[in-house]
C-alpha cells in the first residue's frame, strides 16, 4: 500500500535552531531519505518552505480569489512530506516514526486512496 | 437417525459454538482477511453444521470442519456476487489460492486470537472502538452488552465497531501479532481491554447472574497467553489482580445468588490453588521494579486474600499501597477505594470525608458503588437518613438484579430502624 506520510512542525522551534543543529537536522533528513530508498519504500518526498509562502486559491461565484494564508491557528504548520510504499499500517509507521521530525513535530500517516483505472 | 440423535447433534452444534465460535471467527479473519466477510462466514458455518450434523453426525474436528465450511462458503458466496462486481472474483481467486495454513507460519505466536486481540487493541484505532471491537469479535459479547458495560447506547457502540473495522481495512492495519521490539508499547493497550473484558465476567453489567464465568475465564486465558509470550511484568500483573478477584467468585454470591460483601464473606471458599498463584506472580512482578497500576491492584488483592478475617486486615498496608497506585495512576474510582481503605483504618467518619470531597468535585456522581460505599459508611456511623439518600442513589444507577437486592434490602433494614411519621 502507498502511504502519505505528513510532516508536521513547529516552524518556531525548528527557526531556533542554531547553524550547527540545524546542519545536523539537515543530514538525519539526507540520512533518512537514502536509508528508505535503499529499503524499497521511497515513492517521492519533498520540504516546503515555510508556511508564511502559502497563497490559498479558491474560486466563488465564477472568480478567481486569491488570498494569504492560510494559516490555521495550530503550533505544529505542514513542512513536507514523503509519499512511500509500505507493506502495511504497521510498516507505514515504523518509516514514519524514524522521520527526524517525529522527535519534534507531529508525522500524519494516511493511506492513499486507490481508484480503480476505467478499462 | 433417531430424533434422540438429532437433539444431541444440535446440542453439540449449541455446545461448539459457545467453546469454539470466537476461535473460528479469528482463524476465518486470517484466511478471508476481512471481518464482515469472516462474521459471515462463521455464521454460514454454523447454520450449515446445524442442516448438516443432525444427518451426518458430529465431525471429529468441528472446529477445522466449521474454518473449512466457513472460508469454502465465503468464496462461493464471492464468485457468485462476482456476477454483479467482477473484483469479487479476482478476490475470490486469491482466497481460494491461499492453502489455510499459510499466515500461520508467525513465529512463536499460532493463536489467532491473539493476532485478533492485537488487531482489536490496534493504537491506531480509537480507544473505544478497540475495546468495542475486542468485546465483540475476540469475547463474542452482543452490542448491547458492550454498551451496557459502558454506560452508552447500543446504536453509539455499534457505530465505533464499523468505524473500527472501516479503519482495520482501509488504513491497512495488518492482522498481525506485533514484533518483538513493538510489543511491549502495545502491550498497554491489549492490557486495558482485557482487564475490561474480566471485570464484565466479574461483574456483569446487566441481567439476572451478577457474575459470567465464561468471560472472565476467557480474560484469564489471554492473560496467561500474554505471560506465557512476554516476559512483561504488567502482564503478569493484570493475571495476578484476575486471579486474585477470580479466587473469591464461589464465596461473593449466596446459594441464592445474592451478593455477599468482602468482610462477609467465607474465606473457606477463597480458591487458594488462584490466590498461591496469584500472590507469586504479583512477587515476581513487584520484584522487577518495572511494575505498574495492575501489579500494585493486584498487590492490594493478595493483601486481602493472605488476611485470615476481614477484621485481621492489614488496612495501613493498604492505605500505603493505594497512595502509590493514585501516584502511578491517578483516578476518582481509586480515590474512592482508598477512602474505603481510610475508613477501616482511622475511622468511618475519616473515609466519609473524603468520598464527599470526590462527589463535591462532581466526579463518580453516576457510579452506583460509590454511591453504596457512601450508604454503608453512613448506616454504620448511624447516619440514616444520609445512608438512605446514598442507598436510593446506587439503587437508581444499578441495573444488576443481585446488586439491586442487595441494595433493597440494606434499604428495607435500614427503613424498619427509622423512626415513623
Known amino acids: ?119 | 437417525m433417531s430424533e434422540d440423535a438429532a437433539e444431541r447433534a444440535r446440542a453439540a452444534v449449541d455446545a461448539v459454538y459457545r467453546a469454539e465460535s470466537r476461535r473460528v471467527l479469528a482463524t476465518l479473519i486470517r484466511l478471508l482477511r476481512d471481518f464482515d466477510l469472516a462474521e459471515e462466514a462463521l455464521h454460514d458455518a454454523f447454520t450449515a453444521a446445524l442442516e448438516q450434523w443432525p444427518l451426518e453426525g458430529v465431525p471429529a474436528n468441528p472446529r477445522a470442519w466449521l474454518v473449512s465450511t466457513g472460508r469454502f462458503k465465503a468464496i462461493d458466496g464471492l464468485r457468485r456476487r462476482s456476477r454483479f462486481d467482477a473484483s469479487l472474483d479476482q478476490l475470490a481467486q486469491r482466497l481460494d489460492a491461499d492453502a489455510p495454513e499459510s499466515g500461520g507460519g508467525d513465529p512463536g505466536v499460532e493463536d489467532d486470537r491473539l493476532r485478533l486481540i492485537f488487531t482489536c487493541c490496534h493504537p491506531a484505532l480509537a480507544l473505544d472502538g478497540q475495546v468495542a471491537l475486542t468485546l465483540r469479535t475476540v469475547c463474542g459479547l452482543t452490542t448491547e452488552e458492550i454498551a451496557h458495560a459502558f454506560l452508552t447506547q447500543p446504536p453509539t457502540l455499534a457505530q465505533r465497531i464499523v468505524r473500527a473495522k472501516a479503519k482495520i481495512r482501509d488504513a491497512g492495519i495488518p492482522y498481525e501479532v506485533p514484533t518483538r521490539a513493538d510489543l511491549p508499547g502495545r502491550l498497554d493497550g491489549v492490557l486495558h481491554v482485557i482487564y475490561l473484558v474480566f471485570n464484565e465476567g466479574y461483574s456483569a453489567s446487566s441481567g439476572a447472574s451478577l457474575t459470567r464465568p465464561d468471560l472472565s475465564a476467557e480474560a484469564i486465558r489471554l492473560g496467561r497467553l500474554l505471560v506465557e509470550l512476554l516476559s512483561e511484568p504488567e502482564a503478569a500483573g493484570l493475571l495476578a489482580l484476575m486471579l486474585l478477584h477470580d479466587s473469591r467468585r464461589a464465596a461473593r454470591t449466596s446459594a441464592a445468588g445474592e451478593l455477599i460483601l468482602l468482610d462477609d464473606q467465607d474465606r473457606s471458599l477463597w480458591n487458594r490453588n488462584q490466590i498461591a498463584e496469584g500472590a507469586a506472580l504479583v512477587e515476581r512482578a513487584l520484584a522487577s521494579r518495572r511494575f505498574g497500576p495492575y501489579t500494585l491492584q493486584a498487590a492490594i488483592a493478595a493483601v486481602h486474600a493472605e488476611s485470615p478475617s476481614a477484621s485481621a486486615t492489614d488496612w495501613a498496608q493498604i492505605v500505603g499501597l493505594y497512595d502509590v497506585l493514585l501516584r502511578a495512576d491517578p483516578s476518582p474510582v481509586v480515590e474512592l477505594n482508598r477512602a474505603v481503605a481510610v475508613a477501616m483504618r482511622d475511622g468511618l467518619a475519616a473515609g466519609l470525608t473524603l468520598i464527599d470531597a470526590i462527589f463535591a468535585r462532581g466526579e463518580l456522581t453516576d457510579y452506583h458503588l460509590a454511591h453504596s460505599a457512601r450508604a454503608d459508611l453512613c448506616r454504620r456511623l448511624g447516619k440514616t437518613r444520609d445512608a438512605r439518600i446514598s442507598y436510593e442513589r446506587a439503587l437508581a444507577l444499578t441495573r444488576q438484579a443481585p446488586e439491586r437486592r442487595f441494595l433493597e434490602r440494606r434499604l428495607r433494614e435500614l427503613l424498619s430502624l427509622m423512626p415513623r411519621r
Open chain 1, 1 to 119: 500500500m502507498r502511504y502519505l506520510c505528513l510532516i508536521y512542525d513547529e516552524e518556531q522551534k525548528v527557526g531556533a535552531l542554531s547553524q550547527k543543529e540545524s546542519e545536523a537536522f539537515m543530514g538525519e533528513y539526507f540520512a533518512f531519505t537514502d536509508a528508505i530508498k535503499k529499503s524499497g519504500h521511497y515513492v517521492g518526498g519533498e520540504a516546503l518552505q515555510p508556511v508564511n509562502t502559502a497563497t490559498a486559491v479558491r474560486i466563488r461565484n465564477g472568480k478567481v480569489s486569491t488570498t494569504d494564508g492560510p494559516f490555521a491557528e495550530t503550533k505544529e504548520q505542514l513542512g513536507g512530506y514523503y509519499l512511500i510504499n509500505a507493506r502495511d499500517l504497521n510498516d507505514a509507521i515504523q518509516v514514519a516514526s524514524k522521520i527526524p521530525s517525529a522527535r519534534l513535530g507531529t508525522i500524519e500517516v494516511r493511506p492513499i486512496q486507490e481508484f480503480e483505472q476505467p478499462q
